[in-house]
């Protein structure tokens, strides 16, 4: 399973890249602006700034919901950097986005998936990738690991190339169910992937053999 840390925030890229198991970030309108990002020029350097942190995919989504709009901004992000993948919102002028761009060698993201029909439509435009939300469905009292299941099972039975996302991560759990039901990739904030590393047996053990080590010396 791949991991990917879901920020635009250079530092906790930078940390989740220095632990050895990062394999790509995504980012998305929300995050950048959360970043204090504005402006083209702005918004351009910042993506070249996180795909030289990482080795891997870089998703950098467009702010069009028009097919035109989408494919102008798709080129021109492509065009930064050999790591960006585009992030297309799943609407009919987005399928049909993704299919031309899938033409032309250009890899993208299906963002804002929430039924196993949208990952559906997705993996037949030539999708790299499907980003269903699970948290988001969760808050709106739906079990979203089920979507990721299901998907998974469709992907299967098709030998379907797309990859399966699991976004709208929450949590360190709904890593590790994810892990279960065979996702692809997962793309969390820094602290569920760091939540990954934590038992208080291990805690106790680690402070039990310091002890003990001291008698050795
Ligand atoms: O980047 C897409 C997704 O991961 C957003 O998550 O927490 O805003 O639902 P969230």
Redesign the pocket.
Known sequence: MKFFV?TANLDQIREAYSLGILDGV???P??MAKEGIRGTNNIMQHYVDICNIVEGPV?AEVLSTDFDGMMREAEELAELHQHIVVKIPMVKDGIQAIKALSENGIKTNC?LVFSAGQAILAAKAGATYV?P?I??IDDSGVDGLLLIEQIVRIYQNYAFETEVLA????NTLHIIKCAEIGADVV???LSSILGLLYHPLTDLGVAKFVEDSKKMI
């Open positions: 879901d995504t980012t998305n929300s995050l998703s963002t980003s939300f948290g988001r976004a709208s991560i929450r793309t969390s904030p």
